[in-house]
T-cell receptor
C-alpha cells in the first residue's frame, strides 16, 4: 500500500485569500488525484495530476481556481484561490498504486 | 460509467457479520468493483476489490454474483470501529490519464453494542 500525508490538516482562512495544500506519498506513483468533500456530501473528483503533464480537470473545476502542481513522483500541491465561504470543504489527495487508490487524511478548510 | 445502488443505511450488532449489498447492473466486462469506507472525519480507506471472482483479505470478503450485476461486502465480525460510510464503486477509465473513482452516497453502517 501507499501512505499519504497532507499539510495542513485544517485551516481557517479569510475570504479572497488562497491556500496551498501539500500532498506527500511514501512511494513513487504516476497518478495522483485531488477530491473535494463538501459538508455532508460524498467525494467529488477535482482533477487528476500525472507527473510531467498538465493536470486534467473535471467538469465544473478550472485551473484558475484550483491550480495544481506535480513536480515529482511523490508530491503534489493543490491551491484553492480567491476563496469564498462556498469553498469550505475537506480536500483529499489520493494516489494510484497497484490498481488501487489510497487516500490521505484530508485537509479541512473553513473560509470565513 | 456503471452506476451503483446501495442502501442508505444499515445496522449491525457487534460481533455479528455485516453484509453490505451493492447493485451494479450496468457494469462492463472490464470494470472492477471496489469497496472503500470512510470513518467520520478521516480519508477513505481501501477495503477490497474484485473483477469476477470472490475475494477475501484481512478486512473483509467480497462476493460477486456470476452475472456481475451485484455484489456483497462481508465484514465477518463487526466491531464498533467498523461504524462508517461504505462506498461500492465501479472503476471507470478516464480518457487520458488512467483510472479514477466515482463516489456515490454509500451505505452508512452503524455497529451497535
Amino acid at each position: 500500500s501507499a501512505v499519504i500525508s497532507q499539510k495542513p490538516s485544517r485551516d481557517i482562512c479569510q475570504r479572497g485569500t488562497s491556500l496551498t495544500i501539500q500532498c506527500q506519498v511514501d512511494s513513487q506513483v504516476t497518478m495522483m488525484f485531488w477530491y473535494r468533500q463538501q459538508p455532508g456530501q460524498s467525494l467529488t473528483l477535482i482533477a487528476t495530476a500525472n507527473q510531467g503533464s498538465e493536470a486534467t480537470y473535471e467538469s465544473g473545476f478550472v485551473i484558475d481556481k484550483f491550480p495544481i502542481s506535480r513536480p515529482n513522483l511523490t508530491f503534489s500541491t493543490l491551491t484553492v484561490s480567491n476563496m469564498s465561504p462556498e469553498d469550505s470543504s475537506i480536500y483529499l489527495c489520493s494516489a494510484g498504486f497497484q490498481e488501487t487508490q489510497y487516500f490521505g487524511p484530508g485537509t479541512r478548510l473553513l473560509v470565513l | 460509467d456503471a452506476k451503483t445502488t446501495q442502501p442508505t443505511s444499515m445496522d449491525c450488532a457487534e460481533g455479528r457479520a455485516a453484509n453490505l449489498p451493492c447493485n451494479h447492473s450496468t457494469i462492463s466486462g472490464n470494470e472492477y468493483v471496489y469497496w472503500y469506507r470512510q470513518i467520520h472525519s478521516q480519508g477513505p480507506q481501501y477495503i477490497i476489490h474484485g473483477l469476477k471472482n470472490n475475494e477475501t483479505n484481512e478486512m473483509a470478503s467480497l462476493i460477486i454474483t456470476e452475472d456481475r450485476k451485484s455484489s456483497t461486502l462481508i465484514l465477518p465480525h463487526a466491531t464498533l470501529r467498523d461504524t462508517a460510510v461504505y462506498y461500492c464503486i465501479v472503476r471507470v477509465a478516464l480518457s487520458n490519464s488512467g483510472y479514477a473513482l466515482n463516489f456515490g452516497k454509500g451505505t452508512s453502517l452503524l455497529v451497535t453494542p
